[in-house]
């Protein structure tokens, strides 16, 4: 039963990173690239750290050579969750002071 858990919370991700919004017009649509830019380079920004800091604090190297299968895909997993964590955490920030800002006509 708990192998339905994450794909469902993978697809609910989607639903909520990818609906659309009342008003879509095209800043709306070159903030979801923009933001989703952001998201890529800092979910692969905390991977090079995470990677760097398995590297630099292990003692000796050829456990942590022996477990990147395991590192892996623990990463893989974290990387479908985060990628979407990060989109939708920068996108609604941004979204959110667009529609504070003065520009914003409702």
């Known amino acids: ?3 339905i858990y994450f794909p469902v919370f993978i ?3 989607l ?6 919004e009342k008003q879509e017009d095209e800043y709306i649509t070159s ?7 952001k998201a ?12 760097a ?20 895909s623990i990463s893989i ?3 479908m969750v985060s990628l979407l964590g990060f989109y939708i955490l920068i996108f609604r920030i941004s979204h959110y002071r667009f ?5 914003y006509e409702e």
Do not use: D, E
């Open 31 to 37: 903030m979801r690239a923009s933001s989703w830019m």
């Open 1 to 3: 039963f708990n192998i």
């Open 15 to 20: 639903l909520v990173a990818f609906s659309r």
């Open 40 to 51: 890529v380079l800092l979910n692969f920004g905390v991977f090079l750290l995470l990677y």
């Open 11 to 13: 697809i609910g991700l």
């Open 77 to 79: 997993i974290f990387s």
């Open 99 to 103: 529609k504070k800002s003065a520009v």
């Open 53 to 72: 800091l398995v590297i630099v604090h292990s003692a000796n190297p050829a456990p942590v050579v022996g477990s990147l299968w395991t590192l892996s």
